[in-house]
């Protein structure tokens, strides 16, 4: 077994040790989600903790952990005998983003079930990570599939198999702890809720400290047992603190004041529901605990906020998790106010809130010569999601040259106009669902109709490879003519390899949205471009509820740029079009020959996922030879490849040329305007889409 790099010797981190160490103490706080760039060491912290945590006593043949002091009466190894007890370390599973459904609740053995009338259960994650923690790196990547059977494993504490009337079930309990990378795109609010606590992680800007975290990791790769132990003293510690704070959380209490405050705070920050009430107090109970206190104070409450609601006040997707630290403290100061008035009348309910962050035994305060982190630091209230940190949740970002600048100088033809200043997007609305036509196999999502594992049961076929969704009436007509010939004489039907049957399900799934937008000077209005703006922003929210990929082409002056590379992150796609210049030519053929480039690299990395092409141009093309006849040649090469398009009109004023009809045309793409393109003006898109798109292969 390889030798985990130690807790204690992480570097910094301090809002994400404290965190971890939390959920250590008091496991109902409901797990972390870590959100940081790449190379930060998320990973290499959360695997440190599983040597941190308590040891789990269980039984010898219970392959589902059940605890010997609390009997699982449903266990399905279950009835154990008590000699069979023995204690183990706790365990971190991992779940890996391409994980099949089976693996993560378990699987049946089918044909064993259907012979033999058994329930030959194989265990997944799922058990083996009850009683433990389940880590899922890349957890935005995570399939809705995986992230269905999650969300009701962690709201019900159990797991449950249901395959063609064979039932399981077994307890699962366990702390989530996920990783990821905003860059690659945003988690369902669902699973987003289910975190109790959300860290917010950068890699240091500190010379010395980075010098340190240099030093630290040769010196573990170089020689991990040595290092191991030359840092177990400190890891002992760490275990022993993690112990006497568990035992001492039943006492904790948790006063009237101290709740006040978590629901005033909740309730100022406008949080959906309750669960962040309830997560806050258990997050505060448990940081006093830690600190080796009985008592709730208001530092507690403040750095459990810092903590369990950063990513609970998002209003909309591009909202960037975080808090406004001066609401916080304005709060949390008028309940101060209110209880320096009450002092010496009624009485102070929560008398220990005033005593500050030791409270009045003392001791235990976490601070840096205890070796553990802080409970409230300058970095760790900005690691936490202050909204000035909002920037590093986005990807680096290829500069727009200013417009004086040389190279936009070099950008432009000569006597082309000048490059406006970026505009503000209008606010977005619910726009209409375009959709591809046909049918797919693509990653499973909302957008256009495919085969998937998921979705209503429209015929069954043989199985192609392991068999994970059984067509039950389909698999025993294909047995019943041979039970004669094969001699069946008990109750059971003799199943046959060849007879199995596999289901196949029509659901959705997610696209490739291209984006390809006009950044031109006939585009420049400001009350134009705002209004276009306005209308990618608003494409860009469906793309994000319908579990697309999403990727923006801007062509301007001399050519196109590929703004935003094929992505899960939406985010990332509404800031780059906030930062959106126009100015100059309108090169449409080059804006559709990269997008054609990009669709052709996009086939070769994930030939599954269907690509829809988004045009947002009046049409006028300008620059080089025959500009309109070089933009219908491409858009001619396009239309030949399969590709769907839409072609969204941003034509306006009194004179129209009508020419985004035409490259609609050549595209063979339904055409809309920017008002058409709003739900509430339009009944009939989609079948537009369908129908245009039909009769011009037809025609073809």
Known sequence: ???????????????????????????????????????????????????????????????????????????PDGPHEDGTRFVRPARMVELPVGASEDRLVGSLDIERALSDGVKAFEPGLLAAAHRGVLYVDEVNLLGDHLVDSLLDA???????????????????????????????????????????LTVEVAASRETDERVEVVRRRLAFDEDPAAFAAKWAAEEDALRERIAAARALLPSVRLGDGALRRIAAVCAGFEVDGMRADIVTARTATALAAWAGR?????????????????????????????????????????????DEENQGEDGDPQGPDDDGPGGPDGP?????GDGVPPQETTQEATDAGSDTGSAADLPPQREQPAADSPSAQEGSAPGAAPEAAPVAAADPFRTRKFDVPGLGEGAAGRRSRAR???????????????????????????????????GRAGRGLVVRRDDLREAVREGREGNLVLFVVDASGSMAAR???????????????????????????????????????????????AARLE??????????????????????VERLRDPSRRPLLVVVTDGRATGGPEPLVRASRAAGLLAAEGTASVVVDCEAGPVRLGLAAELGQ???????????????????????????????RGAA
């Open 666 to 696: 050549s595209l063979r793409a339904p055409v809309v305007t920017l008002d058409e393109l709003r739900a509430d003006t339009v009944t009939a898109l989609v079948r537009t889409v369908r129908t245009t798109t039909a009769t011009t």
């Open 364 to 368: 235990g305060d976490g601070g840096p």
């Open 452 to 486: 998937t594992a998921h979705g209503r049961t429209t015929g069954a076929r043989r199985p192609r490879g392991t068999l994970t969704r059984l067509h039950l009436a389909a698999t025993l007509q294909a047995a019943a003519p041979h039970q004669r010939a094969r």
């Open 1 to 75: 077994m390889s030798t985990p790099y130690p807790f204690a010797a992480i570097v910094g981190m301090d809002s994400l040790r404290l965190a971890l160490l939390l959920n250590a103490v008091s496991p109902s706080v409901g797990g972390v989600l870590v959100r940081g760039e790449k190379g930060t060491a998320k990973t290499t912290t959360v695997r440190a903790l599983a040597t941190l945590l308590p040891e789990v006593g269980t039984h010898t043949d219970c392959r589902f952990a059940c605890d010997p002091a609390a009997p699982d009466a449903t266990c």
């Open 527 to 573: 009350k134009r471009m705002s209004a276009v703006k306005g209308a990618v922003l608003s494409l860009l929210l469906d793309a994000y509820q319908r579990r697309d990929k999403i990727g923006m082409i801007t062509f301007r002056g001399s050519g196109a740029d590929v703004a935003l590379p094929p992505t899960s992150s939406v985010d990332a796609g």
């Open 294 to 338: 009985t008592d709730v104070v208001t530092d507690d409450v403040r750095q459990a906020a810092l903590l369990a609601l950063p990513h609970r006040r998002r209003r909309n997707p591009f909202d960037a998790p975080g808090l406004d630290e001066d609401k916080l403290d304005e709060i949390l100061r008028q309940f101060e106010e209110e």
């Open 579 to 600: 930062k959106l210049p126009t100015g100059g030519r309108t090169p449409v053929a080059d804006g559709l020959l990269r997008a054609r480039e990009v669709l052709r």
């Open 154 to 196: 962690a709201a019900t504490g159990a797991a449950h198999i249901e395959r063609e009337g064979v039932s399981v079930r077994h307890a699962s309990r366990f702390l989530l702890v996920g990783t990821m990378n905003p860059e690659e795109g945003e988690l369902r609010p669902q699973l987003l809720d289910r975190f109790g």
